[in-house]
Each structure stands twice: as structure tokens, then as C-alpha cells.
């Protein structure tokens, strides 16, 4: 009973992140912006970063905020830069990531605890996620529902800006790492012609046993957790087609 309770808060924030990102991924891979997501979610991370060590300030609600608008700020950007430079948007997305990476590199290494803060962003352990960090993927998954049903994801600024507000609230939760291993991994399969509930609930159990896997075998989770999640990935480029990559919405 006890390990059943320790598990469930990062059970239902696996859970929420993976059903929130799916429809976003396969968008993302549908328009060519793949990445797109580490882009917005590095931003997010330097944000917060540097309202922590920069402004001296450290709280769930002052980080949601910084992430959110760091995320939002870069996400129209992208959108802008899409538009207008479409043949060179992964060039540009590539240097705002790389750029994002640097701002938060400098970020962390102005305090002494900046380095853990920063892994923590990247990597983070979901096996110590709190109720508040569960809470808002739960909201985020209810948002990108309605916007997903009324096929809003389709025009261009309301992607962006839903992409950006999901990002800046798993980020913090999941790290950036398995942010986009749970945006991907789904996408792949649902491409191949899988139906979308299906790669979502393949996604979710495979990212359960790689969480079970880091608490029996004491690694970190978010690391275990992207690793089952990336060969899971990967074996969707072995499966046989039975139907067209977009038939499934």
C-alpha cells in the first residue's frame, strides 16, 4: 500500500503530461517543427533559472510564471520566423534552442545551487513531483482537450500558444528531456497509423514500467523513464503500416 501511494502523484503526472503532449506532437511532426519543443521548453527553463538567481526569487507560482512566459515569448517568435523564413525555421528553432541552453548555463552557474536547479530542469526525478505540479498538467490536459476537439490546433498562433503554456507547466514537472520524449515517442506511432488512444495508452503504460524500473533498479526516473520511452520510439519505426499516417486524428 505504501509503494502504491508513493507511486501515484508521478503515475498521474506521467499520465497527464503524455496525454497532454500526444496531440501536440503530432502536430509538431506534422508541420516540420520537431524541435520546436526543446526550444520552448529550454526558454522555459532559463526563465526560470534566472528569476530564481537572477531576482532572487524561488516559489511553484513565481516559476510557473517565469516558464510560462519565457515559453510563450519564444513560441511566437518561432511562429513568426515560421511564416516568414519557413525554409530555415529548424536552422532558427536550432539557434534559439542552443541559445536557450547558454542563457541557462550562465543562469546556473551565478549560484551555487545552480547546477541541481538546472539538472533538475533537464532531468528531472518525477518520482518527488508535488500535488501542485500534478494539478496544473491535470488543467493543461483538460485545456488541450477543448482545443483539441474544436480543431483549434490547426490554426497557427493557437498551437504556438497552447504549445508554449503545456511546455512551461511540464518542463518543470517532467524536465525537458522527457517533455519531448513524451511529445515524440506517441507522434511516431500514431504516423504509422495507430490510433491515437492506443499510442496514448501505450505510451503511458511503457513510461509506468520505466518509472517502476528506476525504483527497482535506483536510477533516477526522469532519465529511466525518457530511456523506455525513446526505445518504444524507436520500434515504431518497425511496424508494419496498416492504414494511412493521417487518417487517425
Known amino acids: 500500500m505504501a509503494m502504491s501511494t508513493w507511486f501515484l502523484l508521478p503515475a498521474l503526472a506521467l499520465i497527464a503530461g503524455i496525454m497532454a503532449l500526444t496531440p ?7 508541420r516540420g517543427v520537431v524541435f520546436i519543443d526543446l526550444a520552448v521548453a529550454q526558454a522555459a527553463a532559463a526563465a526560470v533559472i534566472w528569476i530564481n538567481f537572477g531576482g532572487h ?4 507560482w513565481i516559476d510557473q510564471m517565469a516558464a510560462t512566459l519565457g515559453a510563450i515569448v519564444v513560441s511566437l517568435a518561432i511562429a513568426g520566423m515560421a511564416r516568414h523564413w519557413s525554409q530555415q525555421r529548424e536552422a532558427l528553432i ?7 541552453a547558454c542563457l541557462a548555463l550562465l543562469g546556473s552557474s551565478q549560484h551555487p545551487h545552480g547546477r541541481e536547479k538546472l539538472f533538475q530542469l533537464l532531468a528531472a526525478d518525477v518520482l518527488w513531483v508535488d500535488l501542485f505540479s500534478v494539478g496544473a498538467l491535470w488543467v ?3 485545456g488541450v482537450w477543448v482545443v483539441n476537439h474544436r480543431h483549434w490546433l490547426s490554426q497557427d498562433v493557437l498551437f504556438y ?3 508554449a503554456a503545456v511546455a512551461s507547466v511540464a518542463v518543470p514537472a517532467l524536465g525537458l528531456f522527457l517533455v519531448f520524449a ?21 505510451t503511458s503504460g511503457v ?4 518509472l517502476l524500473g528506476s525504483w527497482l533498479l ?16 524507436v520500434c515504431a519505426l518497425f511496424y508494419r503500416q496498416t492504414e494511412s499516417p493521417h487518417g487517425a486524428q
Open 140 to 142: 493543461c490536459l483538460l
Open 94 to 100: 536550432g539557434l534559439i534552442y542552443v541559445a536557450g
Open 57 to 60: 526569487l524561488d516559489s511553484p
Open 207 to 210: 513510461s509506468l514500467a520505466g
Open 24 to 30: 501536440l506532437g503530432t502536430h509538431v511532426l506534422r
Open 182 to 202: 513524451s511529445l515524440i515517442a506517441p507522434a511516431l506511432w500514431i504516423e504509422k497509423g495507430v490510433k491515437p488512444w492506443i499510442a496514448t495508452a501505450l
Open 218 to 233: 535506483d536510477t533516477p526516473s526522469g532519465p529511466t523513464v525518457v530511456l523506455t520511452l525513446s526505445v518504444f520510439g
Open 161 to 163: 500558444v497552447t504549445f
